[in-house]
């Protein structure tokens, strides 16, 4: 393994095995190793039938973790039905920790429906603001949650609050 960089302005790593072509649960949990040691935080993705990651053992490994923030990027990815969007979600609600989120960058987040239920099943404080630019517009991403059916303190949670809780570097008082 090379050197691992050493900087405050590290706030995490991100994965995407299903680019990179390896199995997500053989290498979690030498990342999260790292990354509790770094006090980092992890990206990765989450689909439901995406190549290379197996959600549910996924979520195993980071309950072994929980001083680790891992977000499961793109609510709603990989579904091809409607029952599926919530697949991740209920993956999530069976965790044994709270450090395991979710990003809202994805088409999915535009379905009827699919954030309001998310809220309810794991709470505002499991999610958190993504855009995943350059593949969507971070107007349209932003839209769903400020025009949301929601509460004003779930939208304030998910745009900026569960990102400073995470990750307090973010406040600029480091």
């Known amino acids: 393994m090379g050197k691992i ?4 302005k590290i706030l995490g790593l991100k ?9 997500l649960d053989k290498y979690l949990p030498l990342v999260l190793e790292i990354s509790k040691r770094k006090k980092w935080g992890v990206l990765t993705h989450s689909g439901v039938k995406e190549p290379y990651v197996n959600i ?5 490994i980071a309950d072994k973790y929980p001083e680790v923030p891992i977000i499961f990027a793109h609510l709603g990815n990989g579904f091809s039905n409607y029952k599926d969007v919530l697949t991740q979600i209920n993956y999530l609600s069976n965790t044994k920790n709270c450090n395991t989120l979710i990003d809202t960058s ?6 009827s429906g699919l954030l309001e239920e998310s809220i309810k099943k794991i709470g505002s404080k499991r999610i958190v ?11 349209s991403q932003l839209s769903r949650i400020t025009h949301g059916n929601i509460k004003d303190l779930d939208r304030e949670n998910i745009l900026y609050k569960n990102a400073i809780s995470y990750f307090p570097s973010l406040k600029g008082e480091n």
Not at 5 to 8: E, I, L, R, Y
Not at 106 to 111: G, K, R, T, V
């Open 56 to 60: 549910g053992k996924s979520i195993k």
């Open 15 to 23: 994965l995407h095995p299903t680019w990179q072509n390896y199995e």
């Open 5 to 8: 960089p050493q900087s405050s």
């Open 106 to 111: 994805s088409l999915a987040i535009h379905l």
């Open 129 to 139: 603001f993504g855009t995943d630019l350059p593949l969507h517009l971070p107007e």
